[in-house]
């Protein structure tokens, strides 16, 4: 986000002394450990049986403030030595550089900002035609005015409809799903609380006839009502819409435009309801839908689905979610998806988890080329894959629903071209990602069991 200061801001990248500022100042000799300690430089107390003189004289025991925490000095002589300081040629600040001439990287002022992450939190008010009401302060717990806002009004909904919002990756396109259509409300990212106008900006402000945001838009981008909608998080134009029992279930590449243009996507089978769903944050052909009768999962688009419901078949599937943000971001469990089920409880897949791409200590590991044959396969299928050096290696098999069903661990594998069989008679048909690590090196392939 841009910010502008109310006053100017100094740095300085190198900052010489002024000679007219320079001083002599107090040294003395440590009898302790026989160094010099250039006293000007630290804050220090005497002891009570010092002279308590300024400079101390000698015999006297002293407090001395080091960087490295307090310790005792006795004075066991005394000297002098130039203390530099620095001046601020604009605003005459001075400041000490101590025994230094020169001084690098100087920040004469600190700047607080708004946290650039300030989230969003909307709750949907079934009254006055539909209202979406907002606060950018539900995180921030020190804040004491929570400072709720009329985000949108008049958006339909109502008793029997389902409300679904999703929001870009950077908050500045919201899209709401309320039974009378989808929105697209623009503009919410780039406003926050510390704007002195934040609630006319992205809020209906006023008595009786209420007064429209000025900060942001809303367009209906279909009359059409659904269930829920999932948008891509890294494509804020890729959204998906979810018909629940009626209806098909329709996509669009172009939803931030004035008039997206939506195409059918292929029916899952059994005539499931479709109420929630993702487009998986690595590969947009990957979209996770939660159904009547639990999740179905296509890689291809929608081209096949399969369903995916192991533990809890034939419950209703109402919320999906991803974690989507990156290990950069502070996300440690990159890729994970939660299920939300109808009297099950709440599920977790790993099947797109980001598993094993950083070590323990944060650093990237590196990729190796990974490559899995036959595939599809009927029973065995067989890993080739370079090792940068000799490892152990471990392999992690899942199944679709990111169920850890098989380890494989050789150790001291030399480096070079190198073959592992995955032994799959005892495998159930169905798709099955395949997690490869070797010291620095990891990769991820899929096969499919017929």
């Not at 100087?106 to 539909?130: C, E, H, K, R």
């Not at 990156?326 to 998806?337: A, D, F, K, S, V």
């Amino acid at each position: 986000m841009e910010y502008v200061t109310p006053t100017a801001l100094y740095f300085d990248d190198t900052l010489f002394y002024n000679s007219s500022l320079t001083q002599q100042d107090v040294s003395v000799l440590n009898t302790l450990n026989g160094q010099t300690v250039f006293l000007g430089n630290y804050s220090w107390t005497p002891f009570a049986s010092a002279s308590g003189t300024n400079p101390p004289t000698v015999g006297d025991s002293l407090l001395v403030n080091f960087e490295t925490g307090p310790d005792t000095v006795v004075v066991g002589g005394l000297g002098t030595y130039p203390h530099y300081y620095a001046q601020n040629a604009a605003t005459g600040e001075i400041i000490s550089l101590d025994n230094d001439t020169i001084a690098f990287n100087v920040a004469w002022d600190t700047l607080i900002v708004q946290d650039p992450f300030q989230s969003w939190f909307l709750m949907y008010v079934n009254s006055n035609g539909g209202e979406l009401w907002g606060t950018r302060n539900a995180m921030r717990l020190s804040a004491s005015n929570v400072d709720w806002v009329l985000v949108a009004k008049g958006i339909g909904g109502g008793t029997f409809n389902n409300v679904d919002i999703e929001f870009s990756k950077d908050l500045n396109h919201c899209y709401v799903s309320a039974g009378s259509g989808v929105y697209r409300i623009n503009g919410l990212g780039d406003v926050y609380t510390s704007d002195p106008n934040f609630k006319t900006k992205v809020g209906w402000s006023g008595t009786g006839l209420l007064t429209a945001p000025s900060a942001t838009t809303k367009s209906q981008i279909t009359a059409t009502g659904y269930e829920g909608i999932a948008l891509n998080p890294n494509n804020p134009n890729d959204l998906v819409v979810l018909a629940g029992f009626s209806g098909s279930n329709r996509r669009t590449l172009n939803a931030t435009s004035a008039t997206p243009t939506f195409t059918t996507l292929p029916a899952i089978p059994g005539g499931v309801a479709c109420y929630d769903g993702i487009i998986d944050r690595d590969d947009s052909d990957i979209i996770v839908v939660g159904t009547s009768e639990g999740v179905f999962v296509t890689e291809n688009g929608g081209g096949t689905w399969e369903n995916s419901s192991a533990g809890f078949e034939g419950t209703p599937v109402y919320e999906v979610r991803q974690s989507w943000r990156t290990w950069e971001e502070g996300n440690r469990r990159p890729g994970e998806i939660y299920i939300g089920t109808f009297g099950r409880g709440i599920w977790s897949s790993a099947a797109y988890l980001g598993i094993g791409d950083y070590n323990a200590n944060g650093s990237k590991v590196t990729k190796t080329k990974l490559k899995t044959y036959p595939n599809p396969t009927t029973d065995n299928t067989t890993l080739t894959f370079n090792l940068a050096e000799t490892s152990n290696v471990n392999v992690f098999v899942y199944n679709i629903m990111g169920t850890l069903v098989k380890t494989i661990t050789n150790r001291n594998v030399p480096a070079g071209a190198q073959t592992l069989t995955i032994n799959g008679s005892d495998l159930p048909n169905g798709t099955y990602i395949v997690k490869f690590v070797a010291g620095k090196q990891s990769d991820t392939v899929k096969f499919v069991k017929l």
